[in-house]
């Protein structure tokens, strides 16, 4: 297992009225998920709501950047939303990024928490 001590946590969210109550109780699992992978708990989360734009919500793109600048050595992918999605392209280059730096990334499951 990786040791990590600065990951981060990114989330895609459709808009529902239920995302706010969602995003409010995501918290716990993601802590969750990155202890059991004896990882702290994540230092960010970057949420996206609802983006279908090519180039990746805001969230997706100021997460690339910040793993392109070090900020970050893990990163937890929430649900199966934070890869099925028209960001795809951005999706690649932010995997793409933690491949060439060495960052591992783990993609958490509803069944995981």
Known sequence: MTHATRPAAYLRLSRTPHAAALTATTGYPLARAAQSR???????????????????GPALRRLTAAIEAGRYDALLLAGTGSLMSSDTPQLMRLLRRCTRNGIPVALVLPADH
């Not at 230092?43 to 279908?52: M, N, R």
């Open 38 to 56: 004896g990882w702290p708990v994540p230092a960010a989360l970057f949420i996206d709501y609802g983006s279908t734009a090519p180039s990746g």
